[in-house]
Each structure stands twice: as structure tokens, then as C-alpha cells.
């Protein structure tokens, strides 16, 4: 669902996909009828007690003197979906990314499945890799079969990155 949203900007480290993952923080930016605000955010997953489990962005306030900013330390902060944020015209920009972890199943055969688990510790699904030609290796959903989105990668690992997770090592 997230790959359906692009941020505007990007100032981290260039780590996965341009499109939102579950823990990222930056700056949001959206014009009022009066001025533009910007404030930070996070994105979580609506959990809990029937919630719906998907992602939104939960953005921070000022605190009481105007100098800095909070996420989750008061009452303020506020919660948005991605879907509302594009409708009212705003601007994300991407400051950090945490990365997915990818961890071998232990199945026999050429093609092990690689197990994703999200930033948050979330189960994100079971992909492979196939390499179509010398240098090139692509990330595929095992069940669909379908190629998920990013670049190609000379290895595994960097088709892994591409998509946002990091091997981990055995």
C-alpha cells in the first residue's frame, strides 16, 4: 500500500525505496489558508484494540515556548493518513530510514525463501531472489511471483537494499 506514495524530498542515506515505510521520520510541509506549517513525523501503524493496522503519519507539535518540537511526548501530536496529507496538498521529506531485516528460511533447494520483517518487528512477507542475468538480481514475492519494486542489485544483498531491508547475517 505504501508504494502508491512518493516523498518529495529525501536527506537520509538513501536507504530503500522513495516511497513511505513504517518508522520513518522527516517533515511535513502543507499550506493553510493563512501560512505554511511544517512539523515533523513518524510513521506508525494504527494499532491496537480494532484498529485498522495500517500505516499513518504521526505528527509532532510545538512545545509550550515555540523552540522545539515533539513527537509523542504530549497530547499534541496528531495523527494523519497519507491518503488525507496528499488530498490537502502537502510535501513529505524523508530525514531517516531505518531498514527492514531479511533473514533466510531454512528450506533445502537453490532458491531459499527470505523471510522480511519490518522496522517496527512486523512480519512483512516472504520474497526470493532470482538473478535473470550475471549481475543482476531482482526481489520477488514468493507467492505472486511478481518482481517488487527498486532497482535490480549486483547481489542479493543490494537488491535487498534497494527494497529497504538488510540481510542479516547468519
Do not use: C
Amino acid at each position: 500500500m505504501l508504494d502508491r506514495f512518493h516523498y518529495g524530498d529525501r536527506q537520509d542515506d538513501g536507504y530503500g525505496p522513495d516511497s513511505p515505510r513504517v518508522s520513518d521520520k522527516g517533515w511535513i510541509v502543507w499550506q493553510t489558508a493563512f501560512n505554511e506549517l511544517d512539523r515533523p513525523f513518524e510513521i506508525v501503524r494504527d494499532e491496537g484494540r480494532g484498529r485498522t493496522g495500517l500505516p499513518l503519519l504521526l505528527i509532532g507539535m510545538e512545545d509550550d515556548y515555540g523552540d522545539d518540537w515533539h513527537i509523542r511526548e504530549n497530547d499534541d501530536s496528531q495523527y494523519m493518513s497519507l491518503l488525507e496529507a496528499g488530498l490537502d496538498g502537502a510535501s513529505l521529506t524523508l530525514m531517516e530510514r531505518k531498514h527492514g531485516i531479511a533473514r533466510w528460511r531454512s528450506e533445502r533447494g537453490e532458491s531459499k525463501p527470505i523471510e522480511l520483517t519490518a522496522p517496527d518487528g512486523k512480519p512483512a512477507g516472504t520474497v526470493y531472489a532470482y538473478q535473470s542475468e550475471p549481475g543482476e538480481w531482482r526481489i520477488y514475492d514468493k507467492y505472486g511471483g511478481r518482481p517488487l519494486e527498486g532497482e535490480p542489485g549486483e547481489t542479493i544483498t543490494d537488491a535487498l537494499r534497494h527494497i529497504g531491508y538488510q540481510l542479516e547475517e547468519s
